[in-house]
Each structure stands twice: as structure tokens, then as C-alpha cells.
Nanobody, 116 residues
Framework: VRLVESGGGLVQAGGSLRLSCLAS???????????MAWYHQAPGKQRELVAT???????TYKDSVKGRFTISRLNSKRMVYLQMNSLKPEDTGVYYC????????WGQGTQVTVSE
């Protein structure tokens, strides 16, 4: 299975982006039963957990993104999404989706740049 992230770009502070992640090659039932997450790696920093979504649709968020970001999934398409609103310069970095039980490798990520 290959995780393919997309949707990043350059946006002004206060703007929005919607990131997408496709679990290419996954079996529908396997994807549907997986807990997924989005991670953020800011320039020069370690990768950090931003949001999670369980197979049942329960979600959690890092404090700094609560109320601004929304994680969701569409199992029939093997997709995970991250809707990011009210973006701040500190949201800049590469965003990765990941399966929480480590059964799939990291993808290439998608770059998000938020300007002042």
C-alpha cells in the first residue's frame, strides 16, 4: 500500500486548504478497519501528530489546531482528508497521513506554506 498525499500549496494567513490522502493499493475492508492520522513536520523540527480518526470515525486533534482543522475519511474511496481553516504561518510544513498501527509506510507528504 502506498499513501499518496495531495492538496498542499501556498496560502495567505487566514486562508484554507484541504489535504487529501489516498491509500493506493489497499483492500477496502482493510482500509475501513484502520485508524488513520495526519502528521505535520515543520521546517527543522520533528514530525508531530495533528489529528487522528478511528475506523469508527472518532477524532482527536492537537490543541493548536482544534476548531480550525477537521479530519474525515471516505472509506469507499480509501481516502482521508484534512480540512484546514484559519491557517497560520506556524502551520507551514510537510503534512503526512499515516496508518496508526504502522502497517503501511510513510508517503511523500504534501507541502503547505502559509505566508504572513
Amino acid at each position: 500500500v502506498r499513501l499518496v498525499e495531495s492538496g498542499g500549496g501556498l496560502v495567505q494567513a487566514g486562508g484554507s486548504l484541504r489535504l487529501s490522502c489516498l491509500a493506493s493499493g489497499s483492500i477496502l475492508s482493510d482500509f475501513g478497519g484502520s485508524d488513520m492520522a495526519w502528521y505535520h513536520q515543520a521546517p527543522g523540527k520533528q514530525r508531530e501528530l495533528v489529528a487522528t480518526i478511528t475506523s469508527g470515525g472518532s477524532t482527536t486533534y492537537k490543541d493548536s489546531v482544534k476548531g480550525r482543522f477537521t479530519i474525515s475519511r471516505l472509506n469507499s474511496k480509501r481516502m482521508v482528508y484534512l480540512q484546514m481553516n484559519s491557517l497560520k504561518p506556524e502551520d507551514t510544513g510537510v503534512y503526512y497521513c499515516y496508518r496508526q498501527d504502522n502497517r503501511w509506510s510513510w508517503g511523500q507528504g504534501t507541502q503547505v506554506t502559509v505566508s504572513e
